[in-house]
């Protein structure tokens, strides 16, 4: 019996965000028959996807950062690739600083990928330094969205993979709702929240900013705040300097996201930049109003009357009593199936477009190399 095909994916850290979210959502509906996923990572946590990879297959390598230690991650990356025979190595990631990485896989047999998950990040001037580099370390280049590419690779082109999810899971279902609504006592009141881990683009502060707005105008609001990350303790710092101790409530990772969008009543989304965030298309199958900030990308609204934009430089009270006025409007709650197929969101769809992927252009390298071996005999 043939064994699969096993591609290594480059990480920062497999635990729960954006990014790895959409790693995971194919890994576990591509056929793994066909295909395996493994991983190099530079950290690991507690309650990231570690485990479950495992599960299901595939292997965790856990290598030394590359700004730390960068001769010993090439070294181990080209090791890696030559010894496990991987036709394709593909890194995710915000900046171009990783291109060393690809060039390292690229130098030991493997078609390169980069997949650009942002349009902007803090470390700019590693960034465009990383740019020249890119031009040569990645055969294939990969965006979540148009400004996602443009700012990973400038005039070069790109193909756009949309961040696609599994549809149906997210489903608004009032079984869902009711037990969210249970654990946390929330009979008779509205809840908000946002779903992020603590990073800086995130925009937490301003959140919370908010989150004091919509308690002022509705005195039986719940906020939460589902993830984690490195600025959570200056998070549960100014809950208690704003006075917001039993107000917002930080429930750390949650396996249970889609049970959550069922029991919110508003997603309130401040971020000061994205690529194209997964949960705002979670939240549209939902049928979850949402307030998102005016900086994320237009293309993530793909269905009718669920998202509302406004700019982050508004004060926090113009939010609060948008986010009000659209929890005490209690919509439908149905889930536009079609529109979020049709815009190329379902993750049945990807699936079958990566597999082909894949298959392509291990193939095309393949004959490349058997007509170089030809020519040269």
């Excluded at 729960?16 to 946590?45: A, C, S, W």
């Excluded at 969210?180 to 925009?203: D, P, Q």
């Excluded at 009000?324 to 979020?340: F, G, H, N, T």
Aim: hydrophobic share 40%; net charge negative; charged share 25%.
């Amino acid at each position: 019996m043939n064994e699969p095909i096993r591609i290594l994916h480059i990480v920062g850290a497999m635990y729960p965000g954006g990014m790895e979210n959409f790693i995971m959502n194919l890994y576990r509906n591509i056929d793994r028959t066909r295909f395996q996923f493994d991983f190099v990572v530079h950290q690991q946590k507690d309650n990231d996807y570690t485990e479950e990879i495992e599960k299901l297959g595939g292997r965790v390598y856990l290598l030394p950062r590359l700004t730390r230690k960068p001769f010993s991650n090439l070294h181990r990356i080209r090791r890696l690739v030559r010894e496990n025979h991987y036709p394709m190595v593909i890194r995710h990631t915000a900046n171009a600083l990783v291109a060393p990485q690809l060039l390292a896989a690229k130098s030991a047999g493997a078609v390169t990928v980069c997949h650009s998950h942002n349009e902007t990040d803090p470390q700019l001037r590693l960034h465009r330094m990383g740019q020249k580099l890119m031009r040569r370390a990645a055969d294939i280049r990969l965006a979540c969205s148009e400004k996602a590419g443009h700012w990973m690779y400038g005039d070069q082109s790109f193909e756009v993979i949309h961040n696609a999810i599994d549809i149906p899971r997210f489903a608004y279902r009032e079984s869902k709702a009711a037990k969210i609504r249970e654990e946390f006592h929330l009979e008779g009141k509205h809840a908000y929240g946002n779903i992020a881990n603590f990073i800086a683009s995130k925009n937490h502060s301003y959140l919370l900013r908010i989150y004091r707005e919509i308690i002022a105008l509705d005195p039986d609001a719940v906020c939460f705040c589902l993830g984690e990350g490195d600025l959570r303790p200056q998070i549960e710092e100014e809950i208690k300097e704003l006075h917001l101790e039993g107000r917002v409530i930080l429930t750390g990772i949650r396996g249970d996201v889609p049970d959550f969008m069922s029991a919110l009543d508003v997603l309130v989304f401040p971020s000061r930049f994205e690529g194209l965030p997964l949960t705002l298309i979670e939240a549209q199958a939902a049928g979850l109003p949402s307030l998102i900030s005016d900086t994320i990308t237009g293309d993530v609204i793909v269905t009718e009357g669920i998202v509302r934009q406004l700019s982050i430089e508004l004060d926090p009270k113009e939010w609060a009593e948008r986010a009000v006025l659209l929890a005490k409007e209690q919509s439908d709650r149905i889930c536009p199936y079609e529109s979020i197929a049709a815009a190329g969101y379902d993750i049945r769809q990807l699936v079958q477009w990566y597999q082909e992927f894949i298959q392509k252009n291990i193939n095309r390298v393949q004959n490349e190399k058997e007509d170089l071996s030809e020519d040269t005999e």
